[in-house]
């Protein structure tokens, strides 16, 4: 999906304003370009002056109006997106979660919709000068036909030219994105892990070679796309010039009629639309990461849809207690992404009545974080069934069931606040720390 794509499909209401105003600048461009060539001319003066301010003043309007709202409805459509990807994770199990990666799910929350803010910067301005080469393009035909045959020879070959280039630009984007995401991975070994990186030097040194290669590889793979983005930029440049040369000395050759303050207003007029044209070339960059974002964002969206549980119409209703959670004969198995290994648990029955503490035990890597994650419902079974007071947990009931759950898992995550607790009780909470002895190390703001 692009980037205009994108904007298509969530913007709503303003938008056929948006482009209405849009055009109106661009009308305007064209009619301050027709008043200056009129007053060369020395004909009606008063009628080009009048013409240019009237046509500066909706110039002027359109382009305040365009802007701020381009980036208004540019930054509602990024909150949405960035609302809807924390819903749909939210509603997500665990296991398909852990596939995506959180290196994936951050990049897309935080680094694409940055950079769809900064190409909405350059959209109206785009948008713009577009509007502007089709009324200038008008003018000059009207001026000469020779001229414009020229320019639309010129423009359809560097506009093929670009998108057979844009292709190759965009696939090497989406590698360089991939790369950088392995790059965060890396990082989080480091700050998640960053207690065994600093009790050993050996893990600490491979593992920032290994860091060393993944950003090597990245920019490279960025260097070279920037390479390409750039020489397109040059071509389109000199696309542009080459315009400007064909008009001036090739055109007159093929008709009688341009010439003299003819050739004048017609390059006066092409120089309009190459200044809009070099605006185009320079945001070619930003709009083909713009371009690449879009489209990083749609297939994680479309991915996480297809995990996603149905949203909740109503709160869940929590049981106050329970009598016996019971493990019949369940199967767990996964396969691992780093080593294609599968990795079983299984069969197992187990029994838990209210009241009992009970230890569950085992070697390393024998399934123990596994099966409190299937008995918890994080991880659905392959087979069998646990029930809750003889209810069948299954995705109709299993919100209820986890919510009878409170757990800390060797990879806890520490909260900023309690949330989910609407009202804590002050006085509830210090007894409780005191209870653990932790009234002096912790305390609620």
Known sequence: MSFLEL???????????????????????AAILAAINAGMQGRSNLWAATLFLVALF???????????????????????????LID????SELLPIEGIGRARIVAAITSDTAVLTQASNLLAFTIQGAVLIFFVAIYVAFLSLAAIVITIVVVVTAGTIFHLKNKRLAAQKQEAAAWERRLFDRLTDFLDGFKEVRLNSARSNELFADAVDVSRTAANIKIRSQAETFKLIV?????????????VFVAPQLSESLGGASLTQTTTALMFVVGACFGLVQSIPVLLTANASADRIAQLEATLRAIAGPAKEHEVKVPKRFDKIEVHDIVFRYVDKFSDTTFQIGPIDFTLSSGELVFITGGNGSGKSTFLRVLAGLYPPDSGEITLDGMRINDQTRDAYRALMS?????????QRLYGIPEPEPGEIERLLTQFRLADKIWLT
Request: charged share 15%; proline share 1%.
């Open 7 to 29: 904007v298509r499909r969530e913007m709503h209401g303003s938008l056929p304003k948006l482009l209405f105003m849009s055009a109106l600048g661009g009308i305007s461009t």
């Open 58 to 84: 909706l110039f002027i309007k359109t382009q305040y109006y365009v802007t701020i709202t381009t980036t208004a409805e540019i930054e509602s459509i990024i909150h949405k997106i960035r609302l809807r």
């Open 88 to 91: 749909l994770v939210r509603r």
């Open 235 to 247: 071509s389109s440049q000199v696309s542009m010039y080459v315009l400007l040369g064909a008009v």
């Open 407 to 415: 757990a800390i898992f060797f990879d806890y995550h520490l909260f």
